[in-house]
């Protein structure tokens, strides 16, 4: 029943920043339209120089083959166990490196570190007790890309490793380490890239991760944004 309530959970996730972007690209496809509209473009009558005028190269400008790189911030929601438990969420930070095949594919490799899924409770002696998990999250991924101009919607999913490990502190002081896993872990997501120029873009990114073994309950959503530059 958990792992069906954590599928169930993944894909609602899934669907539901699905939906956000579809929402967003149609926004950002409205406005560049309604722009348009109001430009005096030269007639090709009267104007003899058209032809040497510079204006922007096609949509394939963003779409070019080539390695990239980027880094980002990132917010973790726990989801241990399949649902929501007494540990807290997490800040965190992303580094990500990929090579754009084709206009619709690419792979990419990504590291994620959550810094501190947290659990404070007290005892019945009105001790205070602190418990830090910390993860560190690498996927091998592939994307695929909806490239509609600058604006690219993407959905992605692969598999990795994930380890965590646990600090428990009590009135502040670290009492000892709660030891180290390391599992395999797939991941799913969806995200948007939103280009400033062909080489540098802003990415808007979501993510579930799903561990295996003795992590199988560290499951949590990753959601972040970034900037990234293709070479």
């Known amino acids: 029943m958990i792992k069906t309530a954590r599928f169930q959970r993944a894909v609602t996730t899934l669907q539901g920043t699905v939906c956000v972007l579809a929402l967003t690209v149609g926004v950002l496809a409205i406005l560049p339209g ?3 509209a109001d430009t005096d473009y030269p007639r090709a009558d009267t104007d003899h ?3 040497d005028t510079d ?3 096609a949509d394939t400008d963003y779409t070019r083959p080539g390695p990239y790189l980027g880094v980002g911030v990132a917010g ?3 989801d241990f166990g399949g649902g929501r438990s007494a540990f807290g969420d997490s800040a965190g930070l992303t580094v990500r490196g990929g090579y754009r095949l084709a206009p619709y594919f690419a792979v990419e490799g990504l590291y994620e570190y959550m810094d501190d899924f947290g659990l404070t409770a007290t005892t019945l002696g009105g001790t205070k007790v602190h418990e830090d998990i910390r993860t560190h999250n690498f996927s091998l991924m592939g994307k695929a890309i909806f490239p509609l101009g600058f604006v690219q919607p993407y959905l992605s999913g692969g598999v ?3 380890n965590a490990d646990s ?3 009590i009135r502040g002081q670290e009492l000892h380490h709660g030891g180290s896993a390391t599992e395999f872990a797939g991941r799913v997501g969806a995200g948007l890239d939103l280009f400033a120029t062909p080489q540098l873009a802003l990415t ?3 993510g579930y991760v799903l561990p295996t073994g003795g992590l199988e309950d560290f499951n949590y959503i ?3 944004m970034g900037v990234r530059y293709t070479f």
């Open 55 to 57: 204006y922007p190269r």
């Open 49 to 51: 120089t058209r032809a």
């Open 167 to 169: 600090t428990v502190k």
């Open 76 to 78: 973790g929601l726990e």
């Open 204 to 206: 808007l990114d979501s």
């Open 222 to 224: 990753s959601f972040g």
């Open 34 to 36: 309604s722009s348009r």
């Open 160 to 162: 990795g490793l994930l």
